[in-house]
């Protein structure tokens, strides 16, 4: 199994460069690099930009509006991408409901949709988590109930991320109550402007609105808005979850890290010596980079599986519960890295036009919000608790 990239991959990183270097915003770069707020603005901005390249919608099918890409290609242009600070793809819309709608959706559906999600016309948040059923998922409560041609829907998803910001919401609902667990579920597409819907935001442990709760209280559903077969959604949450576990493994953005550290650790003191040259904070530096190399190895093994064919079952649990783990010792150390000094921080310090004095360093505003922050890596996507029982399953057969 080759896992070394070939001339033409290798020219293909050099045109991602190219592109990366003439065409991402400065001051979007800026905020990345810095962990400074990012609007929505700046997230479609950056949107239209790949959509004009026709780089925005790698994995789908080309008559859709995707590449030709494979594995490869959208590994190097994700790690390339981290290195140069361009922001992360909202990946809702593009990389969770659109596949979904693609592989199961009704022709009437992907015309509709998927050219509203390519122009950025649709904001898409996800509806799966609830009080109660988080990892548990199959144990959901939000009930539709078929009146006619529409469901009537009611109850709450909690934890949505960017909701606030979006226009559609893809949920899954019980719409047959006496079935067990993932039985009885279904996929519907819920316009955000319909009546019934309410937006709560949930402000986290840095002062940031980034999830929130949604209430539906008696919120009509066109009946044309069911993914795929009635009772049967489980079958659509289940292919929506491996391409969002495989992603989280975040390789690209844990290098681009991993930099920033060893920046950070170069800038500190301790007894007068740079902290990167101290011995035992060294050592926890190279530890982190060690498992990074690892997990960049299995993932080459998967990407270069999967373009002879292959398609990432279990795998993809390994890779979001190391990825994650890697990716907060990594927040960890950049924490420590700064100190106290991590702690506070002004909220205007955030925000890319402040020019006033910094309450500590350059470097230390956005440091414990971020270690907070990344505590989540190890929740969403499937609790890594849960990862690691699908692999005792279904690789070592336990």
Request: charged residues 25%; proline residues 5%; negative net charge.
């Amino acid at each position: 199994m080759d896992i070394h990239y070939t001339p033409e991959e290798l020219a293909f990183r050099d045109e991602v460069r190219e592109f990366l270097k003439n065409e991402l915003p400065e001051d979007i770069a800026a905020k990345v690099k810095t962990g400074k707020n990012m609007s929505k603005a700046d997230h479609e901005r950056w949107q239209k930009i790949l959509s004009k390249r026709g780089w925005y919608a790698p994995g789908w099918p080309v008559e859709f509006g995707g590449t030709t890409w494979g594995p490869v290609e959208k590994h190097i242009f994700d790690e390339e991408s981290a290195a140069y600070g361009a922001p992360r793809t909202v990946p809702f819309g593009v990389n969770m409901v659109a596949p979904v709608i693609i592989k199961f959706g009704t022709e009437e559906q992907k015309q509709h949709y998927l050219p509203r999600i390519l122009s950025g016309e649709d904001w898409w948040c996800q509806g799966y988590s609830e009080p109660g059923a988080g990892s548990d998922l199959a144990s959901l409560k939000t009930r539709a109930v078929r009146e006619g041609d529409h469901y009537i829907v009611n109850g709450q998803k909690t934890w949505t991320t960017l909701g606030q910001h979006a226009n559609w919401i893809f949920c899954l609902v019980r719409t047959d109550p006496e079935a067990q667990q993932q039985r009885g579920i279904s996929f519907l597409l819920i316009d955000m402007a319909t009546p019934g819907i309410t937006v709560r935001p949930i402000i986290t442990l840095d002062g940031d609105h980034e999830v929130n709760e949604v209430f539906f209280d008696d919120v009509k559903v066109p009946v044309e808005n069911l993914v795929g077969e009635e009772n049967k959604g489980w079958t659509c949450a289940k292919y929506l979850l491996t391409h969002e576990r495989t992603g989280l493994a975040g390789i690209g953005a844990s290098k681009a890290a991993l930099t920033h550290l060893k920046k950070v650790a170069t800038q500190q003191h301790k007894n007068g010596k740079p902290l990167i040259d101290d011995a035992v904070f060294r050592a926890q530096v190279a530890q982190v980079e060690i498992e990074l190399m690892a997990a960049e190895m299995s993932t080459l093994r998967i990407i270069a599986a999967a373009k002879e064919g292959g398609v990432p079952g279990a795998e993809s649990s390994i890779l979001k519960v190391k990825g994650t783990e890697i990716r907060q010792a990594i927040t960890n150390l950049l924490r420590k890295a700064i100190g106290p000094y991590a702690l506070p921080f002004l909220p205007e310090e955030l925000e890319y036009d402040f020019d006033g004095d910094m309450l500590n360093s350059e470097s230390s505003p956005a440091l414990a919000g971020d270690y907070f922050n990344m505590r989540k890596l190890s929740i969403f996507g499937g609790s890594n608790e849960i990862q690691k029982n699908i692999v005792s399953k279904m690789i070592l057969e336990l």
